[in-house]
């Protein structure tokens, strides 16, 4: 599931773009309609040429609402940088560019709107090269340029196809087992009673999981999900959910704030990061400065403490203590923006290198800035571990491949991962740098247990009369590769997590148990049977009597063996069967259909489908009219 956001000036066709593309306006406040611009986010989703459904956030352009856009910003995969051709590059597309530089927006193109107004095709090349310089030294440097009209749709196939490739190419969001929403939306629907909304990212939510809100605290459960008006049993990273959560009024809560499970995030008023601030700004960034700093969806008031400097000049980097007027929820590696209050301007951002420091960090002490940069450029087991959650499930080699590691540190860096169970063995063997065994990070292979876990106990809810869930489908399902699903199918059995029954799989316990309604229709079923065991009512009417589930139990349990798509026997009577006319063949050396039918005084129509049954198994062969045993 994949993000998109708009980003540009005023006025540019934004919101008529995604109307345009979606079908959906995204303008949906009285005052945005009536103003005919964009005051808050805005929402819509289309689906792409290969199928795939892509959520939009659609951003204010005004400079006045720029704080709003950043509510909305940081959770997308894609930029659509909007830019009118009868304008070109105005303050706040350069505004916007800056703020997907500091955020690291890498994939997106520039969508040339309102094309239709421009009779000189010469006039386009000039703003097409402008453009390409604006982007230059930027995330979107020699991104895709797209001329379209949002009034007349030319150039919309071509848009399509282009943000179906660069979708393409964006790594996967990684599912840590550890989900959070940043709340962007909150309101209440009568019936239903609260609803955040937000972009899910690090792990997967389930209808019936606890949930916090944070920092606040307050507990509830979801009630339900959706993603694009269309009701999810579970939510996946990347994906705009709605979650409906119980327990809590909407006057509780407020954008900015995060969804997560119970224990699994801590909120911090006080975090370190690397800074860059932006070389075209008005002044120099000074220690003790009053910033805004913004979050995913977070916006807060802190103090600047400059660590190591007293200024900053623009276009300069370095490393800031930032205290928080209110908790956040952050972790490492997310990244902010810094916007000075008044007057209004973005100063810069970066990434956050720790959340939770222990203490205020003595501002000149070297120590500090050399424990802050080895951090942000992690240990080697940091840096595998990470590279093992973009790859998830695979061979030790990709993994130290992907690490960018020389052998030395790859070697050390693996041991200790196992060592500290960072990294979790998937195969039988002793992992080494160079190894093809298969390992995963604690994470992926948490995440993926789960789903598999998961994936079973609701097929088994689903499906109580059956005794597991079929290996295939469980595959299909997991959507992962095969030699990683045999892996973890073995490892899970190995842990007792699940049991094997041929091509089945199933958790420890779970049986094939009839409620009394079910037991008294097989009793009475199985009472018919005993009247006639050799003259025995269809399959069809056996599912008319007990249903097909049960009946289908039934089978399983080797309670009832059927011999065609038509006829079934008990099972004993089937083994009296099979027995007689072994010794009848034995006694004769052959036996005729007829013979067979007269020895249990029934019609040709069972015993044909019998016979034919015990030639299929490899019991006997048929020659002409007769049977015989088939030698071994």
């Given at each position: 599931?994949?993000?998109?956001?708009?980003?540009?000036?005023?006025?540019?066709?934004?919101?008529?773009?995604?109307?345009?593309?979606?079908?959906?306006?995204?303008?949906?406040?009285?005052?945005?309609?009536?103003?005919?611009?964009?005051?808050?986010?805005?929402?819509?989703?289309?689906?792409?040429?290969?199928?795939?459904e892509v959520g939009i956030v659609d951003v204010p352009g005004h400079r006045d609402f720029i704080e709003n856009m950043l509510a909305g910003?940081?959770?997308?995969?894609?930029?659509?940088?909007?830019?009118?051709?009868?304008?070109?590059?105005?303050?706040?597309?350069?505004?916007?560019l800056a703020i997907l530089d500091i955020l690291q927006i890498q994939a997106g193109m520039v969508v040339l709107t309102k094309t239709d107004l421009i009779e000189e095709p010469e006039w386009l090349d000039l703003l097409e090269e402008d453009i390409h310089k604006t982007l230059r030294g930027t995330v979107l440097a020699g991104a895709p340029i797209l001329r379209?009209?949002?009034?007349?749709?030319?150039?919309?196939?071509?848009l399509l196809e282009t943000l179906t490739h660069i979708l393409s190419e964006c790594p996967p969001r990684l599912d840590l087992n550890r989900p959070r929403l940043p709340i962007d939306r909150v309101f209440s629907i009568a019936g239903f009673g609260t609803v955040t909304t937000g972009t899910l990212s690090d792990g997967r939510m389930k209808v019936g999981d606890d949930v916090e809100i944070l920092p606040s605290g307050l507990k509830g459960r979801i009630r339900g999900l959706q993603t694009h008006k269309k009701k999810e049993e579970t939510a996946i990273p990347g994906s705009r959910t709605a979650i409906n959560i119980s327990g809590i009024n909407a006057e509780q809560i407020r954008r900015g704030e995060v969804v997560a499970h119970p224990r699994q995030y801590q909120a911090t008023q006080r975090v370190d990061v690397h800074f860059r601030l932006l070389p075209d700004v008005s002044g120099r960034l000074h220690h003790a400065s009053e910033v805004k700093v913004f979050i995913g969806t977070t916006e807060t008031i802190a103090r600047v403490r400059l660590l190591g400097a007293e200024t900053l000049d623009p276009g300069q980097e370095g490393w800031l203590q930032l205290e928080l007027r209110q908790p956040i929820v952050a972790v490492r590696g997310d990244r902010y923006i810094l916007r000075q209050p008044s007057p209004g301007?973005?100063?810069?951002?970066?990434?956050?290198?720790?959340p939770h420091p222990k203490r205020r960090h003595k501002r000149f002490d070297e120590n500090v800035t050399t424990s802050l940069e080895a951090m942000a450029k992690g240990s080697p087991v940091d840096v595998l571990i990470q590279a093992s959650l973009a790859l998830g499930p695979a061979p030790v080699k990709d993994i130290i491949q992907k690490a960018r590691?020389?052998?030395?540190?790859a070697e050390d860096a693996l041991t200790e991962a196992i060592h500290q169970g960072r990294l979790v063995n998937l195969e039988e063997g002793t992992p080494s740098a160079a190894s093809d065994l298969l390992v995963a990070a604690r994470e992926s292979w948490q995440a993926m247990k789960d789903l598999i876990e998961t994936t079973v106990d609701t097929y088994h809810k689903g499906y109580p009369l059956r005794s597991g869930m079929p290996r295939e489908e469980l595959k299909s399902r997991t959507k992962a590769q095969p030699r990683v699903f045999n892996a973890a199918i073995k490892k899970l059995v190995a842990e007792e997590l699940l049991v094997e029954r041929g091509s089945w799989v199933a958790r420890p316990g779970h049986a094939i148990r009839f409620d009394s309604a079910q037991q008294a229709k097989v009793q009475a079923l199985m009472r018919k049977f005993a009247q006639n065991p050799y003259a025995t009512p269809s399959i069809k009417e056996c599912q008319a009597e007990v249903g097909e589930e049960v009946l289908a139990a039934l089978i399983e349990l080797d309670e009832l063996i059927a011999v065609s798509p038509e006829?079934?026997?008990?099972?004993?009577?089937?083994?009296?069967?099979?027995?007689?006319?072994?010794?009848?063949i034995q006694e004769r050396g052959q036996v005729t259909l007829a013979e067979v039918r007269d020895l249990f005084e029934t019609t040709r129509k069972y015993i044909q489908a019998f016979l034919e049954h015990l030639d299929a198994i490899g019991m006997t062969v048929r020659e002409g009219d007769y049977r015989k045993l088939r030698r071994p």
């Open positions: 599931m994949r993000v998109i956001g708009t980003a540009g000036h005023v006025d540019h066709g934004k919101s008529t773009l995604i109307a345009a593309l979606t079908g959906i306006h995204p303008d949906r406040l009285k005052e945005e309609q009536q103003r005919e611009m964009t005051i808050d986010l805005g929402f819509a989703w289309l689906t792409l040429p290969d199928g795939e910003i940081g959770g997308i995969d894609a930029a659509l940088l909007v830019i009118a051709a009868d304008e070109g590059v105005m303050p706040q597309t350069r505004e916007h379209v009209s949002s009034r007349t749709k030319a150039g919309f196939p071509q301007e973005t100063l810069g951002g970066g990434i956050i290198v720790d590691l020389d052998a030395g540190q006829v079934i026997f008990r099972k004993q009577d089937y083994e009296m069967m099979v027995k007689l006319v072994r010794e009848a």
